[in-house]
């Protein structure tokens, strides 16, 4: 069975303080990861996918995320928030098929 | 441009009602799926399907169906609906491991 764990259900930074949202997961194969951004009364938008491959993703909007399959890990960053990056932030996991497994999400607040 | 249409973005119902929330993808993919998403509890995987005619239960089927008679429509069923599916539904299409495409989301309140 595949399992999604974000830490921190809410993160507040500064404008212009770098960005990190936690995500764990649990997978008996080889998992396809996914980070999806919603922004408020909108739908969800892919921001970056790791599959195979290189372990460090960049996605949109200045957003990267990177593979650590020894911490079981998929840790999104971004160098530095923006008002505009304010949303909430899902990370995923699939098993190749297209089904994904959703973490609770973390709403990211930035402060001006 | 592709796409994922739901047949109502908002949707309120009395509690026993049957309800019908419908999904059209127009990228000839495979695989459906619906989730419904609370506050909290992310999004959680009702049911999918990975060919016309085939389903599957998610991780929360219980009080739902679905129907998928034609490759680009799945449709969700509440059979008599109840309170505790007052939720956001959404609708997600994929071709295998690629990108998976969500579609607005219906918010149905049940009364």
């Known amino acids: 069975a595949q399992s999604v764990t974000q830490l921190g259900s809410h993160v507040s930074v500064s404008e212009g303080a770098l960005v990190l949202l936690r995500c764990n997961y649990s997978s008996s194969v080889p998992p396809y990861l996914f980070w999806y951004v919603q922004y408020p009364n909108q739908g969800l938008q892919l921001l970056l996918k790791?599959?195979?491959?290189?372990?460090l993703v960049k996605g949109i909007n200045g957003f990267e995320a990177e593979f650590k399959k020894s911490e079981t890990s998929f840790h999104l960053t971004k160098p530095s928030a923006h008002m505009s990056d304010a949303a909430e932030y899902f990370c995923?996991?699939?098993?190749?098929?297209?089904?994904?497994?959703f973490g609770q999400g973390t709403e990211l607040s930035v402060k001006p | 441009d592709v796409k994922v249409t739901q047949s109502s973005r908002y949707l309120v119902k009395r509690t026993g009602e049957k309800v019908f929330l419908e999904c059209v993808q127009d990228m000839d993919h495979e695989n459906m799926f619906w989730y419904r998403q609370d506050p909290g509890l992310g999004l959680r995987l009702i049911y999918f399907?990975?060919?016309?005619?085939?389903?599957e239960k998610g991780d929360i089927p219980e009080g739902y169906s679905v129907s998928r008679e034609k490759k680009e429509r799945f449709s969700l069923i509440l059979e008599s609906a109840s309170t505790n599916q007052t939720s956001m539904y959404l609708c997600a299409s994929s071709l295998s491991a690629g990108h998976t495409y969500f579609g607005p989301g219906t918010r149905l309140t049940v009364t």
């Open positions: 790791y599959t195979t491959g290189a372990t």
């Open positions: 995923a996991v699939s098993d190749g098929r297209g089904k994904l497994i």
């Open positions: 399907s990975y060919d016309v005619k085939m389903k």
